[in-house]
């Protein structure tokens, strides 16, 4: 669906890192942006920045953990906005820990933020765009949602859950004039591992926020289905898996990234 010029765009997680990105990114297409986070005050300053640049943004808090907020969420956007065209569920949590380290209570909240939140708010903007024949929801994955990821295996589980949703979704939606995307990045500079104090392992390669934003400015202007935003041999991961799933986990291996989520995964169950 192009072009984005007026065209109402929600972002979820738009407070910080990819989200941001992704909300100057659609700005510079001349989308009106409607901004969703837990945090408020993160969100204002968000607003602000893209206001300062002559786009017309909105902020309104929200968790996408819980069903009854995504509803006022929608019900503001479309009160202050108008209809949603362009839907960008990128919202998500990623705790690092050996499964059976995981908390329980952990395990709950990353899958209702991570899998229920992206079907609960698809569900709500879908039959408006189907009555329209228009629209655009873009799911935001992960490279862990076409391969194996050890010892962060619950976050796997539920980027897996998107890809295997978005690729549904599309096809389904597709007869009544609704795109369906799904973006799945690498490790991206900054964000978690700022917060680790780690840098990505350099063999496994890692791309910026603003490759990923591009890539889902460009998924939504081209109706692509399904994008890979990474580097090295995380461009062939998806295939390698599907061709040969025991030489994917020894590439884990050799690229250090199965060695590197190990460690940060013992660090994090020290830090319980």
Not at 7 to 35: N, P
Request: glycine letters at 10%; proline letters at 4%; one cysteine or more.
């Amino acid at each position: 669906m192009k072009p984005l010029k007026d065209k109402v765009v929600l972002i979820t997680g738009a407070s910080r890192g990819l989200g941001v990105d992704m909300a100057h990114r659609f700005a510079q297409e001349g989308a009106k942006l409607a901004l969703a986070a837990r945090s408020g005050a993160d969100l204002e300053t968000v607003r602000g920045e893209l206001q300062s640049k002559g786009a017309t943004a909105i902020a309104t808090p929200a968790d996408v953990g819980d069903l009854a907020s995504l509803g006022a969420l929608v019900k503001e956007v479309e009160s202050s906005l108008g209809p949603i065209d362009v839907l960008v569920n990128n919202a998500g949590l990623e705790m690092v820990y050996d499964f059976e380290a995981t908390p329980p209570e952990r395990i709950e909240e990353i899958v209702a933020v991570n899998v229920l939140g992206v079907l609960w708010l698809s569900r709500l903007v879908a039959p408006g765009m189907i009555a329209r024949g228009r629209g655009h929801i873009c799911n935001i994955a992960s490279l862990a949602g076409v391969t194996p990821v050890p010892h962060n295996t619950t976050y796997a589980a539920t980027k897996h859950a998107v890809v295997g949703f978005s690729r549904s979704l599309r096809i389904e939606l597709a007869e009544h004039g609704v795109e369906v995307s799904c973006v799945c990045p690498g490790f991206v500079e900054g964000g978690m591992f700022l917060k680790w104090g780690r840098p990505a392992p350099k063999a496994a390669g890692s791309v910026t926020s603003a490759d990923v934003a591009d890539a889902v400015a460009k998924a939504v202007l081209n109706n692509k289905g399904e994008v890979l935003v990474t580097k090295g041999l995380g461009k062939i991961a998806d295939v390698t898996f599907a061709m040969m799933p025991e030489f994917s986990a020894k590439i884990m291996k050799r690229t250090g990234a199965a060695g590197f989520l190990e460690e940060q995964a013992k660090i994090n169950a020290e830090k319980r």
